[in-house]
């Protein structure tokens, strides 16, 4: 069993209109020092698989296939052996 943190995000050229709501959220609340928001998704998937290598592969896939944009977004993931 393998555990794999997908973190999916907007790519810096791509408006990101959630973001700029956050931050101003942020500076209404009188956190002046924050100076960029940009929003994202953050996904936990178990998964079955022989070995690691071919967790990654699977996640990549999903990322590719389903999870991600590619037009517009990038993503990263870590896959763990995961307890249970």
């Known amino acids: 069993m393998y555990l794999a943190r ?3 995000t907007l790519k810096p050229t791509v408006n990101d209109p ?13 956190f002046s020092g924050a100076e ?5 998704k953050y996904l936990e998937i ?11 592969a699977m996640v ?3 990322c590719q296939r389903l999870l991600a944009n590619p037009v517009i977004e990038s993503y990263r993931y870590d896959v763990e052996e995961a307890d249970g």
């Open 36 to 40: 960029d928001v940009r929003a994202g």
């Open 46 to 56: 178990r998964l079955s698989a022989g070995a690691r290598a071919e967790a990654e």
């Open 18 to 30: 959630q973001g700029r709501t956050v931050l101003g959220g942020l500076r209404s609340l009188g």
């Open 6 to 8: 997908v973190y999916v």
């Open 60 to 62: 990549d896939e999903m």
